[in-house]
């Protein structure tokens, strides 16, 4: 039969392997189950390549699988899965990442799985990951939940996962990592928790090598200390305005660094200077970001660094550049740097531009120098104003009472008015 053809049988080190590979067949499971199975021998297989497949569900019962190690049914329809026809799997690789699973059954992971070292379970809709879902794992070194709708981790999920190494837990929704939950993988080194809506760091286990925060809305990396971690990956982060990359002088093994395509991060820079920072970096990345200039107090960094992507982003090519132009950089920093603003510089290399070319306008400044001077002008006049009013109101308030006499006397006035009234109209009398 045709499917003969995609048997083989490996001798490495004089271990044998027999690998079936019968991905992307449109296989159905009744097909598989009723006759293929019928063909091959699959008491011998060792590793079972059903990816891309029709199978909706996969019960071992209906066939013998006692020397499986790995089993490969990503891309298929799967809605639920089961091991529990034997005492005791061999079973070390699960893939059952893009199907349609909602839940783990109980009968899907128990203590006879319990020699699984790869579970990738990425690209499903699992909504709950409670603490009892992969309890009897405990040699587990490999672990993706990836892209799941998953609202609701138990805190204690991973309690028995000691070895882990790899966890990938992008995109599952978590809005919040409780502490609890990373705390007893004291072994894992490559951590994903990128594209949760978290805000807040959890507690990160000390022999991190890898981590990647990225589309998270955490605003600050501070106080963090992993004396091991190589990459950090802060890509996509919305709440980023500022990085001071002081904040990461703990993380002193890192050597490769990336904030790319983070919109609203405008300011980067070194401060107070300290040019032993990072001494590892060889890869920094700020592509896609929202910079417009760079801090003369980056040079140490920049100059040790082989590789630094600054692509894309709106610089500003003034005299604050200038350093970098002088800087003759071997790692092509200042060819990538292509200006956005002013417009007589829009879209030129900065290192295309020559230094005396690259001013901070005049014009620009006596403008502001003009601003500045009516706003002290404006804000000389209204305390003047104050002052005077203030020197007016409580003179105001003390010549009150004399303000009486006033009227007083306006009385006399008029009486007197009256009077004059009086001797004009006596005078006109007269004059009679
Ligand atoms: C599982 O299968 C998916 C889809 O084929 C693949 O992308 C992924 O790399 C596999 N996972 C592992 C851990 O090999
Ligand atoms: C964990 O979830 C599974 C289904 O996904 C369920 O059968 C099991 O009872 C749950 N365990 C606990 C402790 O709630
Ligand atoms: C699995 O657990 C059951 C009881 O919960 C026990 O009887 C059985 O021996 C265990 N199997 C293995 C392989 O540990
Ligand atoms: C997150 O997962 C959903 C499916 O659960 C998918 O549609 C979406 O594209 C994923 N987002 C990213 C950033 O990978
Ligand atoms: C983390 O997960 C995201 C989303 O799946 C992916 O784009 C990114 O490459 C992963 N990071 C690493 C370091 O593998
Ligand atoms: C780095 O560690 C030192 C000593 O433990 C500490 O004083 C300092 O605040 C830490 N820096 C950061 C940015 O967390
Ligand atoms: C961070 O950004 C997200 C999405 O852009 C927004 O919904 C959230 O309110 C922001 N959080 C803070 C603290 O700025
Ligand atoms: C810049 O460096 C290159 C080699 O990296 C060298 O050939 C060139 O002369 C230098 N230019 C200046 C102005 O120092």
Redesign the pocket.
Known sequence: MWFNFLVFVMCIFGVQSTVVDLSHRGLKKETFFVNIQQQLNLHEVTDLILKGNQFDSFLDCSTNLDHLKSLDLAENHLQRFFFLCKEEYNLEYLNVSHNHLEYIDDFAFNNRTSKLKLLDLSWNKLSVINETMIEHMKILEYLSIAHNPVDNIHENAFINQQHLVHLDMSNVSASFIPNSLLRPLTKLSFLNISFNPI?TLPFLPALLTELDISGT?I?FISEISLPHLSRFHLNHM??VTKVVLNDFENITMLEVLSFENCKMLTGFRIWPPNSRLLPHLRYLSLKGSALETLDENLRPILQRTAVVDLQNNPWHCDCRMQWINRLNLSNDLSREIRCKTPEEHASKLLSAIPNRELICVEILSSAYLAIWASISIIILALTLAGMYLLWRSPLRQWILPKRGGDTVSYKNVKESSNDLIRILVTDDHTED
């Open positions: 805000d809305n605003l919305p709440n």
